[in-house]
């Protein structure tokens, strides 16, 4: 099974660097970067420089692709480039997954239009414009369109698309060997439950920036 | 506040990846991938290459390390390359951490004696080889030396770091930031819940090399 990670400048790497560990132990799976020119691509933070293996070009038609999410994303949703590869690659895949704001990069590719999907909490309304119906839950399946929430979703996701790909006692065995049995030291993972004045302050650029 | 990630050839990508999306937004971090050499670092998988942006030699001093885990951990625990940076690197740090087999690495240089510590699973009771007490919890703090469990163990453990350099509010954001609610699909992420005859096949080699 051939898998494209796909990444860009700006992209944030546990969106996809999760997925990569959880599917990367699929039987046969074949995995790569893939981003528009090969060779490093940095974060959102600029700590942090993965390598494309591969070009865009170089792998068409993915049995199985991951779009990352990061403050990148925006710039990408006016790239030809790699809209024409997302709508060309969906055209043939098994499964087109996302995690946190990557889902708005399959929406302007047109591909969510008339789906439930889900993305990154701060920015999940915006799917609406391009036609989607934004859902607030952790993991979105609607056919084979898999969209995963912010950032650290993304292991659920590849957990749960690991179990209908390789059965769920395969699914059980990576999730041991990657010991995934979370045990958050706080309380603040959704903004649900988070404390409000945190909510609000990401909401609107302080402290950090979402997109 | 400098903080490394030390990784070497087949390292485990998410040990330090979770750990570096949670810790570089630290008030004032600084973060560097660091490797023996600098340049791209592959994963176990083969399927990634992360860049070490320094050398061990040009970050000697960190005021926080992190040692990533993985298969390659074994080769890297008689590399007195690396063992010699840790002792020196420890000597000067505020804190000393690890994630999964990484603490193999500490312990092999002699960093755990009469510590309490932790490690993958798989790994766990190898620690006592070298003085250290295991101990299979999630996250294991003793004085300045925090060791985590398995792989996806490294996000609780950054949290829970951010939260004493930063204060809880500020661990609560970054945890609202990169939505870290998780929600596993199966319950399956401990020896202790995971079905057993899943345990013995890891512990015995079948279906993926835990080391």
Redesign the interface.
């Known amino acids: 099974m051939q898998i494209a990670l796909v990444v860009y400048d700006r992209f ?3 969106d996809v ?2 997925p ?2 959880i599917l ?2 699929l039987p046969d799976a ?4 893939v981003a528009e020119r090969p060779g ?1 691509v940095r974060t959102d ?1 600029g ?5 494309a ?1 591969r070009a865009l070009d170089e792998m068409p038609h993915p049995d199985l692709l991951v779009v990352s999410g990061g403050p990148g994303t925006r710039a990408q949703m006016e790239n030809p480039a790699l809209l024409d590869w997302l709508r060309a690659a969906d055209a043939a895949s098994t499964w087109t997954t996302s995690v ?1 704001s990557g889902s708005l990069l399959l929406a302007a590719a047109g591909l969510l239009r008339g789906r439930r999907a889900t993305s ?2 701060g920015v999940l309304e915006t799917l609406a414009q391009f036609g989607a119906e934004p859902v607030g839950e ?2 979105v399946t609607d056919g084979k369109y898999v969209t995963a ?5 993304g ?2 996701m590849a ?2 698309l690991t ?1 209908r790909i390789a059965g ?19 309380d ?4 649900d ?3 409000a004045h ?2 609000e ?2 909401r609107t650029g302080g ?2 920036s ?1 997109t």
């Open positions: 944030t790497a546990l660097v999760g990569y560990e990367g132990r074949q995995l790569a970067f490093p933070t700590f942090l420089a993965v390598t293996d946190c990154h909490w952790r993991v929430a912010g950032v650290s979703a292991i659920d957990l749960t179990g769920d006692e395969h699914a059980q065995a990576v999730q041991l060997l990657t010991e995934y049995d979370p045990r958050p030291p706080y603040a993972g959704s903004p439950r988070a404390p945190l909510v302050e990401l402290r950090f979402l």
